[in-house]
């Protein structure tokens, strides 16, 4: 059974980091790309980076290039999302999800997701 | 990477059926046929119900379906029942490997 499992929400203050991680198993690991998306209070799913199942390709939304990092370690099947300069508008429930087999392009299992609260 | 536009709240009665539209741009939905959709309980997780615009994966009720054309790509529910109560997203592949999703939809059944 495919699980994902997002660690690491907390609450931080403006201008602060965080690092999530998502700790992946049921499946080969490196053989799925592997995608953050994050839901704000009130509001819809926003894509925030994804990853190649290699670490060789990282790719990131407007918002958050430049303060967010992502990256993953294939020996412990885990992904994670290193965010610095943290926003008020980055406070959002961040789930990690497994992007479908190689050239398909859709999110098929997701974790539950944990919260990050950026308030001072 | 504008959000794709979604209707804010979509309702109907249970049987009835509810259309949730999805309308991107000439360089996410018009480009490309990887339009997806997920629904999401609250605090619960998204859950993949479409895949390449029209695909059901395994275990999808056949109640949902879903089309494209040109930049709006549809979500239609047919036999409305209480559990399809929730928010609807829709995502679309923009190209380089990113992604856009729509604004989200609630569907309330009556």
């Known amino acids: 059974e495919v699980q994902l499992v997002e660690s690491g929400g907390d609450w931080v203050q403006p201008g602060g980091s965080l690092r999530l991680s998502c700790g992946a198993s049921?499946?080969?690991?490196?053989?799925?790309?592997m995608t953050w998306v994050r839901r704000p209070p009130g509001k819809g799913l926003e894509w925030v980076s994804s990853?190649?199942?290699?670490?060789?390709?990282?790719y990131y939304a407007d918002s958050v290039k430049g303060r967010f990092t992502i990256s993953r370690d294939n020996s412990r099947n885990t992904l994670y999302l290193q965010m610095n300069s943290l926003r008020d508008d980055d406070t959002a429930v961040y789930f990690c999800?497994?992007?479908?087999?190689?050239?398909?392009?859709?999110?098929?299992?997701w974790g539950q997701g944990t919260l990050v609260t950026v308030s001072s | 990477q504008s959000a794709l536009t979604q209707p804010r709240s979509v309702s109907g009665s249970p049987g009835q059926s509810v259309t949730i539209s999805c309308t991107g741009t000439?360089?996410?939905?018009?480009?490309?046929?990887?339009v997806s959709w997920y629904q999401q309980h609250p605090g619960k997780a998204p859950k993949l119900m479409i895949y390449?615009?029209?695909q059901r994966p395994s275990g999808v009720p056949d109640r949902f379906s879903a089309s494209k054309s040109g930049i709006t790509a549809s979500l239609t529910i047919s036999g409305l029942q209480a559990e399809d109560e929730a928010d609807y997203y829709c995502?679309?592949?923009?190209?380089?490997?990113?992604?856009?999703f729509g604004t989200g939809t609630e569907v309330t059944v009556l």
């Open positions: 999800a497994r992007r479908s087999p190689p050239g398909t392009y859709y999110f098929d299992y």
């Open positions: 049921g499946f080969t690991f490196s053989n799925h790309a």
């Open positions: 990853i190649s199942g290699d670490g060789s390709g990282t």
């Open positions: 000439s360089s996410d939905v018009g480009d490309y046929n990887y």
């Open positions: 390449d615009v029209k």
């Open positions: 995502c679309s592949y923009a190209g380089s490997s990113t992604y856009v």
